[in-house]
């Protein structure tokens, strides 16, 4: 029998249009944190395009591995845990082995206190990140993140697993906007533009969780979604084609888009993005 391969951004593209068109009735058939872990990007994926960019490594724009312990509330924790993990993946991905050792003490700390540590394999996330295999290191974060999602939605804290995932994006457009900031780069400014998408399926699952922090975090992140509004990204859809490969169907897509990105917009949300994630690691 052929095997039907559809790339990984086609997969994750394709799920996000259907989420949006099911709307809130998806919430059904999947919980809120199984639902932004799929269409998500990941803060690995992120931080090698920052890195292929050839953007230098830069150690001051991360989050002080010093300052895990000093995070209080279980979704202060949360949050910083998705904080830490990108931090993590972005030391990783430049080889930096000390200050991985560092965030990865970071996240074990803050794991073991939200009563999480026994799903990560420190030692397999240690031996990945020293051989840079970014593929396999993938595939070791999205089995860890399923893990502790059952264990946050077995336990009610399904808010938990979807504030440790809004940590981690805000960290990674964090990140990218830091280097944007220093470095021109069209693929940059792009993939900043790009998370508009993002951020539009992100903030319904937000505004169902009536704490405090979640509605201050939804109120900023509104704030930021304003802003990604000036930001245009027209779509042409082109054909859809199959052939075989050796067995297998492969499945090419000629869909391309365009940004219209005004620098004053771009600065402006790339200002509001740091705002907020100084708020979540202070």
Same mark, same amino acid.
């Not at 990007?41 to 001051?60: F, H, R, T, W």
């Not at 990140?129 to 264990?151: G, M, P």
């Not at 440790?164 to 400014?189: F, P």
């Not at 990105?261 to 790339?270: A, E, Q, S, T, V």
């Given at each position: 029998?052929?095997?039907?391969?559809?790339?990984? @951004?086609?997969?994750?593209?394709?799920? =996000?249009?259907?989420? !949006?068109?099911?709307?809130?009735?998806?919430?059904?058939?999947?919980?809120? =944190?199984?639902?932004?872990?799929?269409?998500?990007?990941?803060?690995?994926?992120?931080?090698?395009?920052? &890195?292929?960019?050839?953007?230098? #490594?830069?150690?001051?724009?991360?989050?002080?591995?010093?300052?895990?312990?000093?995070?209080?509330?279980?979704?202060?924790?949360?949050?910083? @845990?998705?904080?830490?993990?990108?931090?993590? =993946?972005?030391?990783?991905?430049?080889?930096?082995?000390?200050?991985?050792?560092?965030?990865?003490?970071?996240? /074990? &700390?803050?794991?073991?206190?939200?009563?999480?540590?026994?799903?990560?394999?420190?030692?397999?996330?240690?031996?990945?990140?020293?051989?840079?295999?970014?593929?396999?290191?993938?595939?070791?974060?999205?089995?860890?993140?399923?893990?502790?999602?059952?264990?946050?939605? &077995? $336990?009610?804290?399904?808010? %938990?697993?979807?504030?440790? %995932?809004?940590?981690?994006?805000?960290?990674?457009?964090?990140?990218?906007?830091?280097?944007?900031?220093?470095?021109?780069?069209?693929?940059?400014?792009?993939?900043?533009?790009?998370?508009?998408?993002?951020?539009?399926?992100?903030?319904?699952? @937000? /505004?169902?969780?009536?704490?405090?922090?979640?509605?201050?975090?939804? #109120?900023?992140?509104? =704030?930021?979604?304003?802003?990604?509004?000036? @930001?245009?990204?027209?779509?042409?859809?082109?054909?859809?084609?199959?052939?075989?490969? $050796?067995?297998?169907?492969?499945?090419?897509?000629?869909?391309?888009?365009? !940004?219209? !990105?005004?620098?004053?917009?771009?600065?402006?949300?790339?200002?509001?993005?740091?705002?907020? /994630?100084?708020?979540?690691?202070?």
């Amino acid at each position: 029998m052929n095997k039907v391969i559809i790339s990984h @951004l086609t997969k994750k593209l394709f799920l =996000g249009t259907f989420l !949006i068109l099911l709307g809130v009735n998806v919430q059904a058939q999947k919980n809120n =944190g199984e639902i932004l872990g799929n269409i998500m990007p990941s803060p690995v994926e992120l931080s090698a395009l920052i &890195k292929d960019v050839g953007a230098s #490594y830069d150690k001051s724009i991360l989050n002080s591995s010093d300052k895990a312990e000093g995070y209080s509330s279980k979704y202060a924790r949360a949050l910083n @845990l998705g904080v830490y993990s990108t931090d993590l =993946g972005y030391a990783a991905i430049y080889k930096e082995n000390t200050d991985a050792f560092m965030y990865l003490n970071s996240v /074990r &700390k803050i794991a073991e206190s939200l009563g999480i540590g026994k799903y990560i394999d420190y030692a397999n996330i240690t031996k990945l990140a020293l051989e840079n295999d970014l593929n396999a290191l993938l595939d070791e974060t999205t089995r860890t993140f399923e893990e502790i999602n059952k264990h946050f939605q &077995k $336990n009610g804290q399904d808010e %938990l697993s979807v504030a440790m %995932l809004a940590g981690g994006w805000i960290e990674s457009l964090y990140l990218t906007c830091e280097i944007a900031k220093k470095k021109q780069s069209k693929v940059l400014d792009v993939r900043i533009a790009e998370q508009q998408l993002v951020l539009s399926q992100l903030l319904p699952i @937000l /505004r169902k969780y009536k704490s405090s922090d979640m509605k201050a975090l939804t #109120y900023d992140l509104t =704030g930021l979604q304003k802003l990604y509004k000036n @930001l245009k990204i027209d779509y042409k859809e082109g054909e859809v084609t199959t052939k075989e490969v $050796n067995g297998e169907l492969i499945v090419q897509e000629s869909t391309t888009s365009s !940004i219209k !990105i005004n620098p004053n917009d771009l600065k402006k949300i790339l200002d509001m993005t740091g705002k907020i /994630r100084a708020k979540i690691v202070k």
